[in-house]
């Protein structure tokens, strides 16, 4: 798997929560302002809440472990995740800038902004739920292949 595709898949699985499953609803949860499109502001607070439900001890990071029981919480709910072949230590190393082993908030939100502008596949600066869907499908297809 190529780097940039490599990045799209950790991106997608750590804002899971945030882009998963139309039963959830979570796209127009994202879509605060109602228009049919998710903004990157939008987004961003998306993932923001997606960065303060794994961090249950609230220091302002995440940790494999932390991430390993958001993942199993999720996965009990959704079929799709158990699946899941790369270890929340390597997810987190791919977007652990400074190499602590742990993901911060500033860590996890660049990690977002890339991945939403991957997802913006028109680059009009919002996400429709169908390109939400695709850049999803598309990251999980290749991170549960492990490859």
């Known amino acids: 798997m190529n780097r940039k595709t490599l990045m799209m898949a950790v991106g997608a699985m750590l804002l899971v929560p945030v882009l998963?499953?139309?039963?959830?609803?979570?796209?127009?949860?994202?879509?605060?302002?109602?228009?049919?499109?998710?903004?990157?502001?939008e987004h961003a607070a998306g993932a923001q809440k997606m960065f303060t439900a794994m961090d249950t001890n609230q220091d302002g990071y995440v940790s494999a472990a932390e991430m390993d029981a958001q993942w199993a919480a999720k996965a009990g709910k959704d079929a799709k995740m158990s699946g899941m072949k790369m270890s929340a230590a390597d997810k987190i190393k791919e977007v652990d800038t400074d190499g602590d082993g742990r993901l911060s908030a500033a860590e996890h939100a660049a990690g977002s902004q890339r991945m939403f502008a991957r997802m913006d596949a028109n680059s009009d600066g919002k996400i429709t739920e169908a390109e939400m869907q695709a850049g999803h499908d598309k990251a999980m297809k290749h991170a549960a292949s492990g490859k």
């Open 20 to 41: 998963a499953s139309a039963k959830d609803d979570k796209f127009k949860q994202m879509d605060s302002d109602g228009d049919g499109a998710v903004s990157s502001a």
